[in-house]
């Protein structure tokens, strides 16, 4: 039996398409008999994947965001309301995006902790953003990444992208394409119209979700003929 500890980053929603992955590991984890605990952030309605997760044998636990005297506190590395993960065999930081960490004191410190202790860490990302970088944030970056024990992206693509950005190899990466429920639906059969209709599903956030992209690329010549 092992023991798996999992962080995730999500502050947006109680539930998203980057909760897919972990949520399903941690699933199987508790299932087949280990001891599995997960810490997210304290919503007021917590999401239904939550109650299914703790049925199934994982322990959970909340985070909530840091105000000043706490963020005062967490540079020193003191944090006793924050993000508290459990020892265990070995963390996974489930994050939204590549720089999650940049903005989160709270995980800072607990990935402290947990090297302190000699407990390996897992980080898996599930998106990417061009941002530019200070020094300090991509030496941060560079840091975090070079001293997880693997990293998981859900392409080589965004591999490729990340090791651009920090100016560095990442050669402890592996591919794991995120789990959809989708995926498990069989395909409906081709609609036939007079005119092309296009279903875009997805929350309305440009920068995370591309609407500007997409339509800029539906808005040319090429679309109307």
Not at 71 to 90: E, M, N, T, Y
Not at 136 to 158: C, E, G, K, M
């Amino acid at each position: 039996m092992v023991s798996v500890s999992f962080a995730s980053t999500m502050s947006s929603d109680p539930w998203g398409g980057s909760e897919q992955l972990w949520g399903a590991a941690a699933r199987l984890l508790a299932e087949r008999g280990n001891e599995v605990h997960a810490c997210r952030k304290k919503w007021r309605r917590p999401s239904p994947q939550l109650a299914e997760l703790a049925t199934a044998g994982v322990t959970l636990s909340t985070w909530r965001r840091a105000g000043r005297p706490r963020r005062a506190l967490l540079k020193f590395g003191i944090d006793r309301q924050g993000l508290r993960l459990k020892p265990s065999d070995v963390v996974v930081v489930n994050q939204g995006g590549t720089y999650d960490v940049l903005g989160n004191a709270q995980l800072r410190v607990a990935v402290a902790r947990a090297q302190t202790r000699q407990i390996p860490y897992v980080i898996a990302v599930h998106s990417n953003t061009e941002r530019p970088l200070s020094v300090t944030a991509r030496t941060r970056l560079r840091q975090y990444y070079a001293n997880a024990a693997a990293v998981v992206l859900p392409s080589p693509r965004l591999q490729s992208d990340l090791e651009r950005q920090l100016a560095m190899a990442l050669p402890h990466t592996t591919a794991i394409v995120t789990p959809t429920p989708l995926l498990a639906d069989p395909a409906p059969a081709f609609p036939f119209h007079s005119e092309l209709r296009i279903a875009h599903v997805a929350r309305l956030d440009a920068e995370q979700k591309g609407q500007d992209v997409l339509l800029g690329a539906l808005a040319r010549v090429s679309w109307r003929s």
